[in-house]
């Protein structure tokens, strides 16, 4: 007896306010649309029923058969008040849910089919929560050849993916199981600690289940998608539990289309909560991983499958998910994954095209010169003198990636200034046209042949400089082309180019020439226009270099004389028309 849990444990273990108990997961997973209230009763000791042929043909309808008997003759409970029954082992003698069996009162009335549910204290408590699933009235998720435990993203298939599992904190609240007898991971001393995942929300959908199918939570998509695709927004799951009462919209569900008998349900998969022990890119071995998760769904026999995920690290450039003609496309994310838009659209949509993502540039100062006199003048009022400057030079580095559509396996082909760069090679050399000093003092240009170093990781070009000039550019173009052979014939190629500009040389004045130029600014501001505080945007570096003077002279007069700082910033947003944020935003020294 000293193997059995208390009362108080067992209480525990059935309280949903406490973390990780199997009452908490099954009121966070289904968003507290299953009635988990219960009556416990009393320890029952019975001689093992399984060679019993009176309790029924099979060891496991002995062993239920001889348990409902038992609690009968016992205490004799009014069955008709009972949704389903869970019995719960000290040993690992059986492991099973949602079978149907038939339980009466000790006089024989009110004969009545019960929902019973078999568990134990060796049994992982992941395990633990898909027989309580099943009970619930949940199945099984199938995988696209039609096996059982087919969806990595829930616990109703939780057996076959113990690697989405997590091993929880130990809790002084709740019992202690078993170690391990199977060495399945996460590596713990007891099973009752390993959790996770939740269950797909598709689950309550096609089941109905309680209140959840709610327009605040469920985005169920017309047919008309297949001749103008939809646009959805949607919430990571872990969000719309926690927030729970409060709906998120955590599940978007495709119709029939297509001659498709089967729809499709959407969802954002993150690792957090009971998410946690999936993972946040994909590997070699890993099956759960987080994205846009999509499994199918029957409407007659409400069986699930699992089709796929998009996932959010890791990208090969397509965004893409292509099921017959349907297409579902991942298009944006936070930096959190937790809000997460999606198109739904049909053969249109997944016409064969290809972009470029915001390129990221990133710079580090590598030298800086010593101080040098040079003849200029900070303001064409005055004219040339002998003041102070220096050059600090830099490397700069740039991550473009490409984003494809319509592709079932893109490759990618790029080039820089129209050279080839070669995957199995890490530098080039191109020539360039350059310009030395600050462009903002009408330098011309010249050319020259500089380095480049790359790499390319599957749709991303990564290549960096730090050729000592003030201002080049880079024209870059990314060709994407269908690799999977039996569709390279019917998509044809994209191709996509941008030009990168690139300032390794940047000028520090001294402090005198930044004296001149507030006395010219004072002096002279009201009768200077745009064009000559800014320059025209051509692309030369004149407005980066104007810009990044004035914030030169802004930084000096703050410590100085704070409003004249503020003075020139108002006149300076007003000539040039644009505001305070975007001026502050410029590339700064």
């Known amino acids: 007896m000293s193997d059995v849990w208390s009362d108080a444990e067992m209480r525990n273990w059935l309280d949903p306010t406490i973390p990780y108990s199997v009452a908490h997961y099954w009121s966070q ?5 299953i009635d988990l209230s219960y009556q416990l009763l009393p320890i029952l000791q019975l001689a093992d029923p399984r060679n019993d042929p009176n309790f029924g043909m099979t060891a496991r309808q002995r062993l239920v058969n001889a348990v409902l008997a038992g609690a009968t003759n016992e205490w004799d409970p009014d069955w008709s008040t009972f949704a389903h029954v869970v019995i719960w082992f000290p040993a690992a003698i059986d492991l099973h849910g949602g079978g149907s069996y038939s339980v009466k009162r000790k006089d024989g009335t009110g004969e009545r089919s019960i929902v019973v549910a ?22 099984h998720e199938r995988n696209q050849a039609g096996g059982e435990y087919g969806s990595p993203y829930s616990t109703m298939s939780s057996s076959v993916f113990p690697d989405n599992a997590f091993e929880r904190p130990a809790s002084p609240q709740l019992p202690a199981g078993l170690a391990p007898f199977d060495g399945s991971p996460p590596p713990t001393t007891d099973v009752m600690r390993i959790a996770g995942p939740y269950v797909t929300p598709l689950q ?3 089941n109905r289940t309680g209140d ?29 539990v926690t927030s729970w009462p409060t709906r998120r919209k955590v599940l978007a569900v495709v119709p029939p289309a297509y001659g498709d008998a089967n729809g499709y349900g959407i969802e954002i998969r993150r690792p957090r909560e009971y998410d946690q022990g999936l993972n946040e890119t994909p590997a070699p071995g890993i099956s759960g991983v987080a994205g846009a998760v999509i499994h199918s769904f029957d409407p007659s026999t409400k069986l699930i499958t699992y089709v796929g995920c998009i996932p959010f690290a890791g990208l090969e450039g397509d965004r893409d998910y292509r099921i017959g003609n349907l297409v579902i496309r991942l298009n944006n994310f936070n930096d959190d994954s937790d809000f997460v838009g999606v198109t739904v659209g049909g053969t249109k949509l997944g016409e064969a095209a290809i972009r470029f993502a915001p390129a990221q540039m990133s710079s580090t100062v590598t030298y800086t010169t010593d101080w ?3 003849y200029a003048t900070p303001c064409r009022m005055f004219p040339e003198n002998s003041y102070a400057q220096r050059s600090h030079l830099k490397s700069t580095k740039v991550v473009l990636a490409a984003l494809s559509q319509g ?3 893109p490759g990618y082909v790029w080039t820089i200034n129209d050279v080839a760069v070669d995957p199995e090679q890490i530098s080039m050399e191109v020539s360039v046209n350059v310009r ?5 003092l009408g330098r011309q240009f010249r050319s020259e042949s500089i380095t480049v170093k790359y790499r390319i990781i599957d749709n991303r070009l990564e290549f960096e400089s730090d050729a000592p000039y003030s201002e080049f ?10 690799t999977l052979t039996a569709a390279a014939a019917s998509t044809p190629a994209r191709s996509v180019s941008t030009d990168v500009t690139f300032q390794n040389a940047e000028i520090e004045w001294s402090l005198s020439y930044l004296e001149k130029m507030v006395q010219c600014w004072r002096e002279h501001i009201y009768q200077w226009t745009p064009e000559d505080m800014f320059g025209i945007p051509t692309g030369n570096g004149a407005v980066a270099v104007k810009i990044r003077q004035f914030k030169q002279l802004h930084d000096h007069l703050l410590g100085t004389n704070p409003e004249l700082a503020e003075t020139l910033t108002r006149e300076v947003l007003k000539l040039g028309n644009i505001t305070r944020d975007d001026l502050f935003a410029q590339p700064g020294p």
């Not at 078999?118 to 199945?139: L, M, P, S, W, Y």
């Not at 327009?215 to 719309?240: C, K, M, W």
């Open 29 to 33: 997973t289904s968003f507290s649309q």
């Open 118 to 139: 078999v568990v134990n204290k060796g049994a992982r408590f992941d395990t633990i929560c898909q027989e309580f699933g099943h009970n619930f009235g949940f199945q």
């Open 204 to 206: 309550f959908f096609v």
């Open 212 to 240: 959840f199918v709610h327009a605040d939570s469920v985005e169920e998509l017309p047919a008309t998608f297949q001749d103008a695709h939809i646009n959805v927004y949607l919430r990571a799951l872990d969000v719309g």
């Open 372 to 374: 040098e006199w040079v």
């Open 407 to 409: 592709y079932e396996a």
């Open 436 to 440: 030395s000093g600050d462009p903002g």
């Open 473 to 482: 550019s880079l024209s870059v173009s990314a060709t994407v082309s269908e």
